[in-house]
């Protein structure tokens, strides 16, 4: 899935679309909690998953990170 990530973040970049970008994070967050608390209630072993995760978690926030910061546009 972390190809199809990069494709779909960089589709997004190349669109300059902040928010979809934000908003795959904050579900990939999302997943990344429900998925730990999961596996500390069920005994399985899924740590695959949160590994995948956390991947794709970081290839979108460093998309993100060469947005310039929404807070730096001051007005004159």
């Given amino acids: 899935m972390t ?3 990069e494709h779909i973040v960089a589709g997004y970049s190349k669109l300059k679309n902040r ?8 579900h990939r967050r999302r997943l990344l909690m429900e998925n730990r608390m ?3 209630s ?10 995948d995760l956390q991947e ?4 979108v926030e460093a998309a993100l990170s ?6 730096s546009h001051q007005p004159n």
């Fill in 38 to 40: 999961s596996a500390a």
């Fill in 42 to 51: 069920s005994g399985f072993n899924l740590d695959r998953i949160t590994t």
């Fill in 19 to 26: 928010k979809a970008l934000e908003e795959i994070r904050d």
């Fill in 56 to 59: 794709e978690i970081n290839i």
């Fill in 3 to 5: 190809k199809a990530i």
């Fill in 66 to 71: 060469r947005f310039p910061d929404v807070g």
